[in-house]
C-alpha cells in the first residue's frame, strides 16, 4: 500500500514497485546449490527487451551500509546480458545492478537459505532510468561531514558545504523500487543512526524529502474497478492513511490551488492521521502542511486505532458525532493474522455489537479458517426489552469467509440498512440483503484478538451507487481501491 506507499519521516508518499517472480517456464535466473554454497545466475534486459550488454551486477548484503562496506561479489553481463555469482553462503542478499553509463538500474532482494534441495526460479530483470533523491538536512539534522546511507544499497553521500549552503543533501543512481531504512552517520564521532522510512523512488524521477511535504501517488491499480463502471469512472472520498512527523498543531494539508484536505489522527500511532481524498483519480497529489484551528475531521471517518487492545470499546456517540449525516451506513475494516485451528470456543469472537435490536458479531465459524460476520434479532419475554435477562438473541443471517488462514488479510464488511458488503484483501466475497435492517449502528466491543488499523468509516450516497451503476458495484470499487491504498 504496484502499490501506494507511504514515507515515515518526512511525510512523502509515492508509487511502490511490484517485482514478480517468473513462471517455471521462464529459467532467466535460478538459484542452484553448490558444495561451497549457492550459485546466482540471471538474465539483465534493457527497457526495450534487448540483452544488457557489461552491466555491472553486486552482490551485497541486505544490510549493506556503503560507506563502511564494499560488495561481496561483482560480475558483468556478458553479450547475452547473462551473470553468474557463485559460493554464496546463506542469508539475505541484494543485487544491485548498473549498466555502463550509470543512468539505468535494477534492485533485486533474495534469501539463500540452508540445506537447499530444489533449484529456485529468479526474475528476469529489466533496467530503468535511475531515480535520485533530494533530502532537507533539517529533516534529520544533518550537518557538514555527516553521511547519509540508504541501508541495502551502493547509494551514500557525505554532507558537504555546498549541501549546507542549499539546505539540501542529493543522491543519484538509485535502482527504483522501494527503501524502508536508512543508516545516518555522524561525522567526528562516527555514531550511527538508524531510521525507518518508506521510500519509493520512481525511474526518472527525484524523490524530495521535506518535513514539511506530503506527496500521495494513486497507482493505476486502485481505479481498475471503477474503469468497469458505466457511470464516472473515478470514485468518491477515498480513505488514505498519512503517516506526518510535525510538531504543527491541528494539521491539515494544503495543495498549491489552497484546496485543503483534513486529517484525522490515529490512535496509538504518533505519526499516523487518515484523509479523505473526494475525487480519487490516478495521478500524484502534492500538499505542504498547515495549521487550521478551524479544520474538523473527515466526516467518514468515525474511529481509527493502530492497534486494538482486549476490550476496547467504541460507542454509538463516537459514530454519531464523528460522521453525522453518514449515519445510515457503516464500514468496519482491519487487518487480522491469526490461525483458527489454535482459537479456543472462549476466545471465538473477535468484535460483537452492543445492545440494540438487530447486533453484528464476527466471530470464529465452524470451519476454523472462516472469520462469520453474523447478524442477530434481540427477542425478548419482556415487551419493553428493559429486562436484559429476558432478552435473547437469534442468528438471523451468517456470513463465513477465509480469513484465519495464518496469513495476514484485511477484512472490511460495510452495512447499509439491510445490505451488506465483505471484502477480503479488496476482493468481494460477499454482496447479500440481510433479513433485518439497522436504523441506527450500535457500538462494539473489541474481543481477545489483536486488530491491526481498525477503521470505522461510513460513506455518503456518491461513494456507494450513482445511477448508471448497476447494484453495488461502485461500492465495491471502493473498497478494492480503498485496500490498495492501505497496503
Not at 133 to 146: F, Q, R, V, W
Request: proline share 3%.
Amino acid at each position: 500500500m504496484m502499490n501506494f506507499k507511504i514515507i515515515n519521516i518526512a511525510g512523502i508518499f509515492a508509487l511502490a514497485s511490484i517485482f514478480s517472480a517468473c513462471s517455471d517456464e521462464n529459467h532467466a535466473g535460478v538459484l542452484t546449490e553448490t558444495e561451497s554454497g549457492t550459485t546466482i545466475a540471471g538474465i539483465i534486459i534493457n527497457e526495450n527487451g534487448t540483452p544488457a550488454t557489461s552491466a555491472r551486477v553486486d552482490l551485497i548484503s541486505a544490510t549493506h551500509i556503503a560507506a563502511r562496506m564494499a560488495p561481496i561479489k561483482t560480475d558483468t553481463t556478458d553479450e547475452d546480458g547473462k551473470y553468474t555469482i557463485d559460493s554464496i553462503p546463506a542469508g539475505d542478499y541484494a543485487l544491485q545492478i548498473s549498466n555502463t553509463e550509470h543512468t539505468q538500474s535494477a534492485y533485486i532482494t533474495l534469501t539463500v537459505e540452508d540445506n537447499k534441495t530444489s533449484t529456485k526460479n529468479l526474475p528476469q530483470t529489466s533496467l530503468e532510468e535511475n531515480a535520485s533523491l533530494e533530502l532537507d538536512l533539517s529533516t534529520y539534522n544533518l550537518d557538514k561531514g555527516d553521511t547519509l546511507c540508504i541501508t541495502g544499497t551502493l547509494n551514500w553521500s557525505a554532507v558537504s558545504e555546498k549541501d549546507i549552503k542549499a539546505g539540501s543533501i542529493t543522491l543519484y543512481g538509485i535502482p527504483p523500487t522501494e527503501f524502508t531504512n536508512i543508516m545516518l552517520i555522524k561525522g567526528a564521532s562516527h555514531d550511527t543512526v538508524s531510521r525507518n522510512v518508506k521510500w519509493d523512488f520512481i525511474p526518472g524521477e527525484k524523490l524530495e524529502v521535506s518535513s514539511t511535504q506530503v506527496t500521495i501517488t494513486v497507482p493505476e491499480e486502485a481505479l481498475n474497478s471503477a474503469k468497469k463502471l458505466n457511470g464516472k469512472k473515478t470514485l468518491d472520498s477515498v480513505i488514505v492513511p498519512v503517516s506526518l512527523s510535525t510538531d504543527i498543531k491541528n494539521p491539515i494539508l494544503l495543495n498549491k490551488d489552497g484546496d485543503t484536505l483534513a486529517l484525522y489522527k490515529v490512535s496509538g500511532n504518533n505519526d499516523g492521521y487518515l484523509t479523505v481524498i473526494p475525487n480519487f483519480d490516478v495521478g500524484t497529489y502534492k500538499f505542504t502542511v498547515a495549521s487550521s484551528d478551524s479544520s474538523l475531521p473527515p466526516m467518514q471517518v468515525a474511529k481509527a486505532y493502530t492497534e486494538t487492545k482486549e476490550n476496547l470499546r467504541v460507542t454509538t456517540n463516537d459514530f454519531n458525532d464523528n460522521i453525522a449525516g453518514y449515519s445510515t451506513s457503516l464500514g468496519i475494516s482491519f487487518w487480522i493474522q491469526e490461525d483458527g485451528s489454535t482459537i479456543k470456543n472462549v476466545d471465538s469472537i473477535f468484535l460483537k455489537s452492543n445492545e440494540n435490536d438487530v447486533v453484528y458479531r464476527m466471530r470464529t465459524g465452524d470451519n476454523p479458517e472462516d472469520l462469520c460476520v453474523n447478524f442477530c434479532k434481540r427477542y425478548s419475554s419482556d415487551t419493553t426489552y428493559k429486562n436484559n435477562k429476558a432478552n435473547y438473541y437469534v442468528i438471523k443471517d451468517s456470513f463465513c469467509h477465509k480469513a484465519l488462514d495464518g496469513k495476514r488479510h484485511h477484512f472490511a464488511v460495510f452495512f447499509k440498512l439491510n445490505h451488506v458488503v465483505i471484502a477480503i484483501d479488496g476482493k468481494i466475497v460477499e454482496d447479500s440483503e440481510m433479513q433485518n435492517a439497522f436504523i441506527l449502528f450500535p457500538g462494539f466491543t473489541v474481543g481477545n484478538h489483536k486488530l491491526e488499523d481498525l477503521t470505522v468509516f461510513s460513506l455518503g450516497p456518491n461513494s456507494i451507487e450513482q445511477a448508471n451503476d448497476e447494484g453495488w458495484e461502485r461500492l465495491h470499487a471502493w473498497l478494492n481501491a480503498y485496500y490498495i491504498m492501505q497496503k
